[in-house]
């Protein structure tokens, strides 16, 4: 028994050692152009945005895990629980990625925002996700401190594109 334990706790060490946050990325992103988009329509229901934001990563989750099981990479590899359940894990951070702004929706009332505030709370939470995610994939695969702060620099620029893009859609 304590050998199963001592293998389970080495394979989600690995797990983790070996862990892509491309989707978290991706999934900030995405989160953040599904803001950018609702934003521009004016006023709108809160739960209507959540829902959105949630749905929209659940289906980007959906079609990243088709992809990977039936696109060109998985066409020679057998399909079976154990890899299906594999790529449903490592695709599950583009799902994971739309939470902390459908939060901030959520808890906007509490802080008496409008809309525009409550959409403006939601992607600034949505683009610190962005950098947040490429920190972690750059501090956990080892990467040097200079790459670190390129990668969190890109994706800050990245995140204020996608700012800009809400600043000229809206005025």
Same mark, same amino acid.
């Given at each position: ?39 521009? *329509? !004016?006023?709108?229901?809160? /739960?209507? $945005?959540? @829902?959105?934001?949630?749905?929209? #990563?659940? +289906?980007? =989750? ?50 008496? *925002? !409008?809309?525009?505030?409550? /959409?403006? $709370?939601? @992607?600034?939470?949505?683009?610190? #996700?962005? +950098?947040? =995610? ?38």
């Amino acid at each position: 028994m304590f050998k199963t334990r001592r293998s389970d706790h080495e394979r989600r060490a690995q797990r983790r050692a070996h862990a892509d946050y491309t989707g978290g990325v991706y999934g900030s992103m995405l989160a953040s152009s599904v803001i950018v988009g609702a934003g521009a *329509l !004016g006023s709108f229901p809160r /739960v209507e $945005l959540i @829902l959105l934001l949630l749905a929209t #990563g659940l +289906v980007f =989750w959906i079609a990243h895990v088709h992809a990977e099981l039936f696109g060109e990479r998985m066409s020679q590899r057998r399909l079976n629980r154990d890899v299906v359940l594999r790529v449903c894990r490592e695709e599950w951070p583009i799902f994971k990625a739309a939470i902390p702004p459908a939060i901030a929706v959520a808890v906007s009332p509490m802080f008496s *925002l !409008g809309a525009q505030g409550t /959409v403006w $709370l939601a @992607l600034i939470v949505a683009v610190g #996700g962005q +950098v947040g =995610w490429s920190l972690a994939a750059a501090f956990r695969s080892g990467a040097s401190t200079r790459l670190v702060v390129v990668s969190a620099a890109v994706n800050l620029v990245l995140g204020v594109l996608i700012i800009v893009l809400k600043v000229v859609l809206t005025h």
